[in-house]
């Protein structure tokens, strides 16, 4: 338990995290992976080059602080995170680590503020946020190896299907090598996997959305292949290099964006790739017979890009189903097909007063779709999105 001196000194440093920025969570890296460079095996090094890990490591730094005298403020940021570990397989011994690089990085890059009793301060305050994690962890850890099929750690799963989605997506379905069950999961939610390609010197480590209903046998991953800029690694892996009957590492399902079923309207608001937890989330309503109405809203670049599309005309027989889609670089006279950017102030049945709004796709869709929400009256509570990658709020 945290002094009130401490809680002050830790609130106290607030401005100083805020005049270094995110400079000092990328310090902080540099220093971690020179130091334990094994934990490069763990974390995505394509979010360390693009400064993504950084921002979001030094907005949990700043609300952190922020609300250190209040963490029940924190709860929702905490699951997400902790869902995000507990597919990454992080444990109580890496907390320490990550905990002598924060406390000698603030030593490092503030040198003049970082005094004895700031140092006092935020030794206790990140021991207090560790056990947070590592405890929220065990949970999920334990759940998860409780359930019929639930395992800990890497286990390893073949590949035994792969189907192309569209241009760039590819579906891959995996079954556990042992032979025996494999646990269930909330439509939503996603899974680790870790793989060698190649063309890396360490292990790749990725969180996938499962695309499909669970069936207590597989998992299917939908993956998009990653060109633009510095190509996917794993993506580029998985569509080009991994064969049929191949192994991969998985971990078990995780993730706190899931489908709640309330017996209302339900609308899943996707582009590009985000479109996969929202195809598990239509095949789970499908199954168990679903009787509210189901709005399909979905945006990519063109016809070649849109995947799924005739599994969506399948699943449409089965629900009470309204789908609309927006191509951003094609015009075309199909039905329920628009053109250009997703407009939702022209549909007029959407349900605005009762219904559940579940988001995924990039970080600048998703804020333009929720504001779009919001002008319209939507209330933020009913608004559920997923994140690729670290955290961010919308």
Same mark, same amino acid.
């Given at each position: 338990?945290?002094?009130?001196?401490?809680?002050?000194?830790?609130?106290?440093?607030?401005?100083?995290?805020?005049?270094?920025?995110?400079?000092?969570?990328?310090?902080?890296?540099?220093?971690?992976?020179?130091?334990?460079?094994?934990?490069?095996?763990?974390?995505?090094?394509?979010?360390?080059?693009?400064?993504?890990?950084?921002?979001?490591?030094?907005?949990?730094? =700043? =609300?952190?602080?922020?609300?250190?005298?209040?963490? &029940?403020?924190?709860?929702?940021?905490? $699951?997400?995170?902790?869902?995000?570990?507990?597919?990454?397989?992080?444990?109580?011994?890496?907390?320490?680590?990550?905990?002598?690089?924060?406390?000698?990085?603030?030593?490092?890059?503030?040198?003049?503020?970082?005094?004895?009793?700031?140092?006092? =301060?935020?030794?206790?305050?990140?021991?207090?946020?560790?056990?947070?994690?590592?405890?929220?962890?065990?949970?999920?850890?334990?759940?998860?190896?409780? $359930?019929?099929?639930?395992?800990?750690? &890497?286990?390893?799963?073949?590949?035994?299907?792969?189907?192309?989605?569209?241009?760039?997506?590819?579906?891959?379905?995996?079954?556990?090598?042992?032979?025996?069950?494999v646990v269930g999961y909330q439509a939503g939610q996603y899974i680790g996997i870790r793989v060698k390609p190649?063309?890396?010197?360490?292990?790749?480590?990725?969180?996938?959305?499962?695309?499909?209903?669970?069936?207590?046998?597989?998992?299917?991953?939908?993956?998009?292949?990653?060109?633009?800029?510095?190509?996917?690694?794993?993506?580029?892996?998985?569509?080009?290099?991994?064969?049929?009957?191949?192994?991969?590492?998985?971990?078990?399902?995780?993730?706190?964006?899931?489908?709640?079923?309330?017996?209302?309207?339900?609308?899943?608001?996707?582009?590009?790739?985000?479109?996969?937890?929202?195809?598990?989330?239509?095949?789970?309503?499908?199954?168990?017979?679903?009787?509210?109405?189901?709005?399909?809203?979905? =945006?990519?670049?063109?016809?070649?890009?849109?995947?799924?599309?005739?599994?969506?005309?399948?699943?449409?027989?089965?629900?009470?189903?309204?789908?609309?889609?927006?191509?951003? $670089?094609?015009?075309?006279?199909?039905?329920?097909?628009?053109?250009?950017?997703?407009?939702l102030t022209t549909l007029d049945n959407l349900p605005l007063t009762d219904g559940d709004f579940y988001l995924?796709? &990039?970080?600048?869709?998703?804020?333009?779709?929720?504001?779009?929400?919001?002008?319209?009256?939507?209330?933020?509570?009913?608004?559920?999105?997923?994140?690729?990658?670290?955290?961010?709020?919308?």
């Amino acid at each position: 338990m945290l002094s009130e001196q401490q809680i002050l000194t830790v609130k106290s440093t607030i401005p100083l995290l805020e005049s270094v920025g995110p400079d000092i969570t990328k310090h902080f890296y540099q220093r971690m992976f020179r130091d334990n460079p094994e934990l490069k095996n763990i974390f995505n090094m394509a979010h360390q080059q693009s400064g993504s890990q950084s921002l979001a490591l030094f907005n949990a730094l =700043a =609300a952190y602080a922020k609300y250190i005298d209040n963490l &029940p403020m924190l709860t929702g940021a905490v $699951q997400r995170i902790a869902h995000k570990h507990s597919a990454l397989n992080i444990r109580p011994e890496h907390y320490g680590i990550v905990g002598h690089h924060l406390i000698e990085t603030l030593r490092e890059l503030a040198s003049e503020a970082f005094t004895a009793e700031v140092e006092d =301060a935020w030794v206790a305050a990140y021991g207090q946020l560790a056990d947070v994690f590592i405890t929220v962890e065990a949970g999920l850890y334990q759940a998860n190896a409780e $359930q019929v099929g639930g395992w800990q750690g &890497p286990r390893k799963f073949k590949l035994i299907e792969k189907r192309i989605e569209s241009e760039l997506v590819k579906s891959l379905v995996f079954e556990p090598v042992d032979g025996q069950p494999v646990v269930g999961y909330q439509a939503g939610q996603y899974i680790g996997i870790r793989v060698k390609p190649l063309t890396s010197e360490h292990f790749e480590m990725r969180q996938y959305s499962l695309s499909t209903s669970p069936n207590a046998e597989t998992y299917r991953i939908s993956v998009k292949r990653e060109a633009m800029g510095v190509p996917g690694i794993v993506s580029n892996y998985l569509h080009d290099a991994l064969r049929l009957g191949e192994e991969v590492e998985l971990y078990p399902p995780a993730g706190d964006f899931v489908f709640h079923n309330n017996a209302k309207p339900v609308v899943t608001i996707s582009a590009g790739v985000g479109l996969t937890p929202m195809q598990a989330i239509l095949e789970t309503l499908a199954e168990c017979g679903y009787h509210a109405p189901v709005f399909y809203l979905h =945006a990519c670049e063109n016809q070649q890009q849109h995947s799924f599309k005739k599994r969506l005309k399948q699943l449409g027989q089965q629900l009470n189903l309204t789908h609309h889609t927006w191509y951003n $670089q094609e015009v075309t006279s199909e039905d329920n097909i628009h053109h250009g950017l997703m407009d939702l102030t022209t549909l007029d049945n959407l349900p605005l007063t009762d219904g559940d709004f579940y988001l995924c796709g &990039p970080v600048g869709f998703m804020l333009f779709a929720k504001q779009q929400l919001v002008n319209l009256g939507v209330a933020i509570e009913r608004i559920h999105y997923e994140m690729f990658g670290p955290h961010q709020e919308i």
